[in-house]
């Protein structure tokens, strides 16, 4: 796979359909949360940002994808992503399994919120 993608799009359609499929899937989420996101590839990565701040990165992988930069969230909805934690600030979801799509967007929606404050 190449490293260097100039578009979201040309990061996405660089995996097999089984990965391409859920990162569009999740990317779906975030454009339904944030209609206005601007994307872009910082680190390599498709980057969500609002108002010209980073808010979340996405990364696909053989056997799983993944957020970044997720901070520490509410209780409660840290206790569902407690099962997905892959170290500080990402969130790793397997291909193995359904993606939980309602959990992502509670994870944007929450960030959304935090940035607001």
Do not use: C
């Amino acid at each position: 796979m190449a490293t260097n993608f100039s578009t979201v799009d040309a990061y996405i359609e660089s995996f097999p359909d089984a990965v391409r499929s859920v990162l569009d899937d999740v990317r779906a989420v975030i454009r339904r949360v944030i209609p206005d996101v601007e994307e872009s590839i910082s680190y390599g990565m498709p980057t969500f940002s609002v108002d010209g701040r980073y808010l979340v990165y996405i990364a696909g992988w053989k056997k799983h994808i993944s957020l970044h930069a997720v901070p520490d969230l509410s209780a409660s909805l840290e206790t569902e992503v407690a099962a997905y934690r892959s170290g500080h600030g990402t969130v790793k979801f397997a291909l193995s399994r359904p993606i939980p799509l309602d959990l992502v967007e509670r994870i944007v929606s929450e960030m959304v919120r935090q940035r607001a404050r």
